[in-house]
Structures are given as C-alpha cells and as structure tokens.
C-alpha cells in the first residue's frame, strides 16, 4: 500500500469518525430536550388533575376517588419515563465520549479539544482537568457575588443533576397522589390533626 492510499484511508477514517461523532451529539441532544418536553407534559397533566381535585366545592366522592388513582397511575408513569429519559441521555453521553476518544487516537492529541471524555489518562490530561476544574468554581465563586448569592455557589458546585430532577418530582407527586387517595377512602378521618394543621386563615376585608 502506497502513502497516498494511507493518507486516503485516513482521511475516510476521520471523516466516517466525524459523521458518527456529530450523531452522537445530536441524538444526545435530543434525549435531554425529549426529556424536558415529556416532564413538561406531565406536569401539565398532573396540574390540570390536582386543580380538578382542589377546585371542587360539593363532594363528590367518586369523582375524587377516580382522579387521585388515575394520579397515582399517571405519577408512575411520569417516574419511569423521566428515569427512561436519564437512561438513554447517559447512553449516548458515553456513546459520545466513546467515539471522542476513538477521534482523538485518529487525529491526534495536540489537535484535538475533548468535550464529552469522561476520563483523563494520562498525568497531564488529569492536570488539564483539574486545572479546568477551578477554573469553573472560580468563575461561579467571583469576588462581586454578594451574600446570598455564595450561598447558593455552594449549591451550584456540587453539581446536583438537573435531569434527575424529573424523577424526584414524580415520586413526590406520587406521595401526594396517594395521601389523597387515602383520604378518598376515609383512612385519615380517624386521626384528628387540627391540632397542628390549621391552614391559611385570611382576614376578612373591611
């Protein structure tokens, strides 16, 4: 084989790399904007159930018993699709970091800017990182931030994952549905909690 067809082969290598490179990406976007716009959905759905619990004025013990069981459904299924969702983001956030790697082996190193690698092999990619690293707490935690605002730096840098949020939200969904449907059944009537629940009491205008 002749250079040229080395140089050939080479540049069809990246070049396939590339092609699946900037897939990778796209599909991985597309999971994180899937992912909000199907939480966005049964929030939604989820908000137009309790406003139809909490709006009714006359009793109507059937009716609430359907909606808070069809919320405990519902709340499920919002569960595993977000979990579903954090799935496949995950999947092609390796997938993408995979092939990073495989592009920058292809192209080389010192012509390479990794965005998605997950690890640092060698002692001067794990320096790189580090340094990266404190560059970005650095940037969260600027002189001129004020009081509350480096309270909430320290929220910011513990890097809480905004795509699990989805999952949380429909498991505390889940809990409300189901202390209401306990209360459809009269399972709370036996304890008395005006003790220390006494609402939002307004005063009446004059």
Known sequence: MSNDDGIDSNKAKISELKAVYKLAIETRNFEISQLINRNNFFMLFQGVLLAAVFSNQAPKPIVEFIICF????????????????????????????????KLKDTIGKDNFIPLFSLSA???????????????VIKKINKPESKFLEKNYNKIIT???????????????????????????LGWFHGFDFSAFIHGIQFKKAP
């Open 121 to 135: 092999e060698t002692d001067e990619e794990k320096e790189e990182m580090k340094k990266f690293k404190e560059k």
């Open 70 to 101: 069809s919320g405990i459904i519902i709340s499920g299924h919002q569960i595993k699709v977000a979990a579903g969702a954090k799935y496949w983001q995950e999947w092609w956030e390796l997938k993408t970091s995979e092939i990073e790697n």
């Open 158 to 184: 513990t890097k809480y994952s905004v795509s699990r949020v989805p999952i949380y939200t429909g498991f505390v969904l889940m809990l409300t549905w189901v202390a209401l449907f306990f209360s459809t």
